[in-house]
């Protein structure tokens, strides 16, 4: 291939990269979510959805952006701790395909009540004005927004970390994924525990959503694709891992940018071979607990 | 009983269908309302994808049809015979497409089938359509509908062919803007046409292609094509695909900084994906259309449409699409009239015999393909000095109707 330079490859790593903070965020909540209640939540591309529509009406009545990124997660969360409570609630207990059919039905129900609402058609969302423009990262120009994103990301998940790891209520959420029974005889509420996490896995979603909408524009069916890819890393990283969901969202980044530098029409293709090579390799994913589907 | 079946000779299954109708008919008191059925309105099925990506451009093509079916229904339609419209939605999907032209024609009878927004959709409409010996009038872009392995006399196309509207926008680009032409397409018939017809029409201009970079149908992220195509440092890129794909992909190319350098071109630019993904995404790109409200200024008849459509549908413009769907409904029902019948064949005569102008300017079918020759628009995105929000493109250039820029019957297979 003609003109392949070290500056043309460095930036498509670090294209890569950037992709692959995006696919993190997408994942994450998804597999918090997983994680702690053993619920797939097929809703998860309808409230990244959700969140980007949430962004787009705020900033139309003149909330700007910055407002956006904090109301957002807290809209959408709270709706996510209402969905838990009154649908997914009862369904604990039943076994893994009753939420799992629960929530994909509910995201036919969002996407439908968003076309209502909002029309068929999309909308525009600008990047926000202090974001825009390219700069020069040293092997090339790079959208300032990206890095924007990027950065993001990596907040999103040292608050996450910090939350879980260094707070007391993260310490009865993990304790609480690890064993909801021994949890329970402690006295400790443990479907209180589960309202929070749905509510900040659907708030994560939603934020994710609000940081794709100037990427990409807003649409009711941006959530399905979205939903597939959060699933693949989700699923290479170990179903219910945050470090898991991590790792895979960069490598699945990096390779699909490397795979479109060299074969363009694979990109998309390469993300399931990736899926595929490593279930063949290690069925649990990268950090997955065996057993955690049975 | 007048439709003609494809072949001369009558098929087998034509010919119990034919006897089958004929026993009923016999026996049933349907046969009283046989001396009426000339009163029976005129039925134009109108197989278009109100679900799924599209669907915006369909629901605005149903509205401009209709459009066309009231002024007929009006006028006085033809000897006091009124239209009406058969509105199905093809799901985007050419299994579907295929299998609702089969249930207009059987059950709903219709006399005509206008419709379809995708090349293999229209593809598959079509088989159902000559196989039948119904008329089809294609209201979307494709190549191959005129060639000669699908092409039949019940085959009309009003629409663009991508060969046109590529090498129209190529005309006018490549002595602007530079040689070096990279190409961003779509990875499929759409996409893969119309680079075809971009590079045709470069060589007069001795263009030096650069690479064609493929993606997939429904990218949201195109970030890891870009930095290549930087790399490449082309004069104009060409970016082929449509809908949501090109809203997405302007936008992130803007993002990318590389409009600061290159010159970014779509073979079409879409009124609706315009306004779906705003000022900033398109701004200064350069694409073909067949249809912008913004050509009212030049042309007569375009101003009547606009303000007929504004009439109807609370002072909104006509899409391109939309006012194909309008041309493509019309130009049948003229030529009913001119045929004083529906009758297949009289129609067709008809309709090849057409010189019309009912919203772009002159236009007629070319005898061998009965492709729609006509006008090709070339209009840039607007950032600023917008008249109204609808006021999206400025007309930059028309490209006169021209048999020359179709490809020749003979490169269509089709024989003198």
Known sequence: MAGLTLDLIALQLFTGVALGAVYVLLAIGLSLIFGMLTVVNFAHGAFYMLGAYAGLFLMTQGVNFWVCLLLVPLLVGGIGLAVERVLIRPLYGRGIDYPLLLTFGLSYVIVELVRIGFGKTGYPVDTPELLQGAVDIGVGYFPLYRLFVIGATAVILFGLWLFLERTSFGLIIRAGARDPEIIRVLGVNVRRVWLVVFGLGTGIAALAGLLAAPLQGVIPEMGGPVLAEAFVVTVVGGMGSLLGAVLAGLLVGIVVSITSLFAPEMAKVSIFALMAVVLLVRPQGFFGRAGLMS | ?416
């Open chain 2, 1 to 416: 009983m007048s439709r003609k079946p494809k072949q001369p000779g009558i098929s087998r299954r034509g010919l119990i269908g034919a006897a089958g109708a004929g026993a009923v008919l016999a026996v049933s008191p349907f046969r009283i309302n046989l001396a009426r059925a000339q009163e029976a309105p005129i039925r134009i099925g109108f197989p278009v994808p109100l679900t799924g990506p599209y669907g915006t451009e369909a629901q605005d093509q149903v509205n401009c049809a209709q459009l066309a079916i009231a002024e007929f229904n009006a006028g006085g339609g033809l000897n006091g015979r009124k239209a009406e419209l058969v509105v199905r939605d093809d799901k985007l999907n050419p299994g579907e497409g295929a299998t609702r032209a089969l249930e207009l024609i059987e059950n709903e009878k219709v006399n005509f089938i206008v419709g379809s927004l995708s090349a293999s959709v229209q593809l598959a409409v079509n088989n159902v359509t000559k196989e039948r010996g119904i008329i089809y009038n294609s209201i979307s872009q494709s190549d191959a509908i005129n060639e000669a392995a699908d092409f039949s006399k019940f085959t009309f196309h009003e629409a663009m062919t991508p060969h046109l509207t590529a090498g129209a926008v190529g005309r006018y680009v490549f002595p602007k803007f530079g040689k070096k032409v990279a190409f961003l397409t779509a990875d499929y018939a759409y996409g893969h046409e119309m680079v075809r017809g971009f590079k045709k029409a470069g060589e007069a201009f001795g263009i030096e292609p650069l690479e064609d970079i493929r993606h997939p149908l429904a990218t949201t992220d195109f970030s890891t094509l870009l930095p290549r195509i930087q790399a490449m440092k082309p004069d104009v890129l060409i970016i082929s695909n449509f809908g949501r794909d090109q809203q997405i992909a302007l936008k992130q190319a803007t993002d990318f900084g590389l409009k600061k350098s290159i010159q970014i071109v779509a073979p079409i630019l879409l009124y609706t994906g315009r306004q779906a993904a705003g000022a900033q995404a398109f701004q200064g790109v350069i694409g073909g259309t067949s249809y912008y409200w913004g050509v009212g200024d030049q042309v007569a008849s375009a101003k009547a449409l606009n303000e007929a459509f504004g009439k109807l549908y609370a002072n909104k413009y006509p899409s391109d699409y939309g006012a194909m769907g309008y041309a493509g409904v019309r130009t049948l029902l003229e030529a009913s009239k001119a045929a004083g019948s529906v009758e297949t064949d009289k129609v067709i005569a008809a309709m090849e015999a057409l010189k019309y102008d009912y919203y772009k300017g002159p236009q007629y079918y070319r005898k061998c393909d009965h492709q729609s020759v006509q006008s090709v628009f070339i209009i840039q995105s607007k950032a600023q000095g917008q008249r109204n929000p609808s006021d999206v493109f400025e007309v930059i250039s028309t490209e006169a109707p021209n048999e020359a820029n179709l490809r020749t019957c003979d490169e269509l297979g089709h024989k003198a």
